[in-house]
């Protein structure tokens, strides 16, 4: 078998999209309107598999542009990006779910897909019964499922109610019961997205360990998640697409940082103009920021040494001695410290 497991060339993926009604004021409007029905809606239809690849409409909405990208046998993949990047539409055409508009994705080998927990499940039967018609959505056979029945149901660790019907488990013994069933397919490629971001903590470090385990048997991964934990521990590579294009591709670590370093910089640097600047009578701030000292990012890891910038605009003449104090919080919102320049040995004197 070939290293290759995913070749992704120059996908590309459009839909057709509602726009808003005109609404008309006059009888002779709204009739003339109707009469025209019939036609607009022939002319979407025959429109739906006809787009021109650099066609720009209203109404047609370019979920991904020219994606292109490989993934080899063992190798593990994080696509990271933010809602609506277009992150899912990838897994969907890898999985032959949906087709693209342009371009074509070669897959080599078995594939499993679990981009949601659950699906297949039925209220109504057992455990034991949902992990054998689990099992045989995501393409594992009867012998097969015999003989990973029971380090299914250790790894999901619900012994105690397989034979209960699942309308009675709670969310998350069903959470682990399905990616339990989906992680021991005998597959080439997995494709999992936003499972690993589900669960309690136990249950998330124990699924990235057994996705790590499954990509040293020689398994290509392929994850997308918002929670950049499994993304660092699993990838040893990963993407970033932002609107549809590929913006980044590289080692995991950089990738990440570069994404959390754009969510967060209209949060760590903040300027103002001299006429809208916060103000007391003595002093404007026209600039306040917080940066690493060691990556070019604006993103801030724990251990990382960092440093601030104040910029201000003095409305004093005569000498005064200034002290900034400053409250830093967390993504969250959290107070993580209050600092001041007041607590170190240097004055800041203004008007000399």
């Known amino acids: 078998m070939s290293d ?3 070749k992704v060339n120059d996908i590309s993926k459009a839909y057709l999209i509602g726009l808003k009604e005109s609404r008309h004021d006059t009888l002779g409007g709204k009739l003339f309107s109707w009469l025209k029905t019939p036609t607009k809606n022939y002319n979407t239809l025959k429109r739906l598999n006809t787009f021109n690849h650099n066609e ?37 055409i890898l999985s032959r779910i949906t087709n693209p508009t342009y371009g074509n994705a070669e897959v080599y080998g078995r594939v499993s897909s679990l981009l949601e927990v659950g699906t297949g499940f039925n209220p109504d039967l057992t455990g034991r019964e949902n992990v054998y018609l689990n099992g045989t959505i995501l393409g594992m056979k ?32 069903r959470i682990r019961l399905a990616f339990a069933v989906a992680a021991n397919i005998q597959t080439e490629i997995m494709i999992i997205d936003e499972v690993l971001s589900i669960g309690d903590a136990e249950f998330q470090k124990k699924s990235v360990s057994k996705m790590i385990q499954i990509s040293k048997q020689g398994t290509a991964v392929i994850l997308v998640s918002h929670n950049m934990f499994p993304i660092q521990s699993m990838c040893s590579r990963a993407i970033l697409i932002q609107k549809g294009n590929l913006i980044t591709d590289g080692k995991t670590d950089e990738v990440v940082s570069e994404y959390l370093g754009q969510l967060t910089k209209d949060k760590t640097s903040q300027t103002w103009k001299i006429d809208e600047a916060p103000c007391t009578d003595f002093i404007k701030f026209t600039k ?7 990556n070019n990012y604006s993103v801030i890891r724990p251990g990382d040494p960092f440093e601030f910038e104040f910029g201000f605009h003095i409305l004093f003449e005569e000498e005064q001695k200034i002290n900034i104090t400053f409250h830093l919080n967390d993504e969250y919102d959290n107070l993580v410290f209050v600092g001041s320049t007041a607590l170190t040995n240097v004055d800041y004197i203004a008007g000399k």
């Open 4 to 6: 290759l497991a995913i």
């Open 56 to 92: 720009e409409k209203e109404d047609l909405f370019w979920a991904l542009k020219n994606i292109s990208f490989e993934l080899k046998h063992g190798e593990t993949l994080g696509i990271i990006g933010k809602n609506g990047a277009g992150k899912s539409t990838i897994l969907k």
């Open 142 to 173: 009867k012998k097969e499922i015999d003989k990973k029945f029971d380090e299914i149901v250790y790894f999901s660790d619900i012994e105690k109610f397989i034979d209960t019907q699942v309308k009675k488990y709670s969310s998350g013994m």
């Open 288 to 294: 306040a920021e917080i940066r690493p000292l060691n």
